[in-house]
């Protein structure tokens, strides 16, 4: 015998000096005689190696004057090349009816080198017995049932086969497909169909109670959030009422506000005010303040501050006694005007007041908005206006800020705060957030504006 080793360049190798094994072999000689010849069986184990393409036995016959071969293609890759068995549907329903016949396909979508199908089939409850656990099954099965190799796509494919489906045969049939990466499994879940309408009914029945828990608990989580923000009967009639024996003369503002009454003279109706949906003016955690305006004979324009949508009862009880503190602060010329409020929606848990427009918004937009550098070169150089520079440096520009605009804010700002002070109310929040800026002292008429080497000598003792 010769071996040879082919390989994918042309080259052949003769490995016949390797290990091989020679057999003798019972050789039908005559019709009826068997007489034991020596015959050359030879069998031969190599190792892998990149590059071969075939391996290919010549061996004489005896009489030496012809020869036969036989060649086996091979390919050898690295093992970082194989990949391991997957399928992209790894479990599959089967309804069945009875007698039915049924063929279960298991061919996996990915896997180099092709590998070996194994089945794991239910010990099922047949003819009046049963059998706990499964039953692993390859070339042989029981014998309602059949397996068989054929070829999907040029793969190969293994095909489990049920001639007559009976029952008790229901259960989850598992495809095992192993190479020498790894191995997957595809989960064949077979039911009989008189089962699968048992649990339909239960499913019915079950979907049924599950429906009519689910719309009760949605009705109760809505009537929570509805009402959460709703005030009780009690709680209107304090509001509107209040309650003057719980007044504690000294208490701050905030303290007493819950217990003083609502003030009617500042209703407003709701038919004598217009909110700008579209025009929000500033927004916190809760609440929300809009553009709007006056019509009628009391025509102006106004910032309407409510609270928003889903909100709990706790901020809208906040909202009122913060109406109360501002109808108790009275008028001002430093603390922003309440026009007034509508109540008229307060059952239903909506309020709205109505406050005085600043049309220059807060301090803190309003500095952010300024040419740092400009500023910063117009005051820290004491880059002071005159009555010579005053149109050249650009000081009518909107950009602008006049040191005295500073000035007279932190005077109005210190003003203010002491009025608080005077009405015992607690700010709590001063920022530059909070300050609202009605108008500039610069932007008053010509004639009107403070006197520039007043300005200058203010400034020039302010930081000396």
């Known amino acids: 015998m010769k071996w040879l080793l082919h390989f994918e360049n042309g080259a052949e190798r003769d490995i016949s000096s390797y290990d091989s094994i020679t057999k003798e072999k019972k050789v039908l000689i005559h019709m009826d005689t068997i007489k034991t010849l020596p015959l050359s069986s030879s069998h031969i184990k190599i190792r892998g190696e990149l590059g071969i393409k075939m ?5 004489d016959y ?9 060649r086996l293609p091979i390919k050898i890759r690295k093992f970082e090349e194989s990949v391991a068995p997957r399928f992209l549907q790894d479990r599959v329903v089967i309804v069945m009816e009875l007698r039915a016949s049924l063929e279960l396909n298991c061919s996996a ?11 794991e089939v239910p010990m099922a409850q047949i003819n009046g017995t049963s059998n706990q656990g499964s039953e692993n099954i390859s070339s042989s099965a029981k014998p309602f049932y059949e397996i068989v190799e054929s070829k999907h796509n040029g793969s190969k494919m293994s095909v489990l086969k049920i001639a007559r489906f009976a029952a008790g045969m229901s259960g989850e049939y598992a ?9 997957a499994r595809k989960i064949f879940n077979v039911r009989d169909h008189r089962e699968e309408n048992l649990v339909w009914i239960y499913l019915g029945t079950s ?22 923000g709703r005030l009780t009967s009690m709680e209107i009639k304090l509001f509107e009422q209040g309650n003057v024996k719980e007044l504690q003369f000294g208490n701050y503002a905030h303290e007493n506000a819950q217990f003083l009454p609502y003030n009617k003279d500042f209703e407003v109706k709701w038919d004598d005010f217009q909110i700008y949906d579209d025009t929000k003016l500033g927004e916190g955690a809760y609440g ?39 109808i108790h602060l009275e008028t001002n010329d430093n ?3 309440l026009i007034g409020a509508c109540t008229e929606f307060l059952r239903e848990g909506r309020v709205y007041i109505l406050f005085e427009f600043c049309p220059m918004g807060c301090l803190e937009s309003y500095l952010r908005k300024m040419d740092k550098k400009a500023f910063e070169r117009r005051y820290m150089n004491c880059d002071l206006p005159t009555a010579s520079n005053y149109n050249v440096l650009g000081y009518e520009t909107s950009e602008f800020l006049h040191i005295k605009d500073t000035i007279i804010w932190t005077i109005q700002i210190a003003s203010g705060m002491e009025y608080l002070q005077q009405k015992k ?13 009605y108008y500039r002292c610069w932007d008053a008429e010509p004639e009107k504006r403070p006197d520039f080497q007043e300005i200058q000598n203010l400034f020039r003792n302010m930081i000396s």
């Not at 391996?55 to 061996?59: D, K």
């Not at 495809?175 to 191995?183: D, E, F, L």
């Not at 109760?220 to 959460?228: D, E, G, H, P, Y």
């Not at 109310?425 to 800026?437: E, F």
């Open 55 to 59: 391996v290919s036995c010549t061996g």
């Open 62 to 70: 005896w009489n030496y004057e012809r020869n036969a071969a036989a």
């Open 109 to 119: 979508d990915t896997a180099d080198p092709e590998p070996k199908y194994t089945w």
């Open 175 to 183: 495809c095992v497909a192993q190479n020498m990466r790894g191995q």
């Open 207 to 228: 979907g049924g109670v599950i429906t009519a828990l689910t719309v009760v608990v949605i009705v109760l989580v809505w009537k929570f959030f509805s009402q959460r």
């Open 288 to 326: 929300v303040v809009f553009k709007g305006s006056l019509v009628g004979v009391r025509s102006r324009t106004v910032a309407i501050k409510t609270v928003k949508p889903g909100f709990d009862k706790s901020i809208l009880l906040a909202l009122l006694s913060e109406l109360k503190v501002m």
């Open 335 to 337: 603390i922003v005007a």
């Open 425 to 437: 109310v607690i700010h709590g929040d001063l920022a530059s957030r909070n300050i609202l800026l």
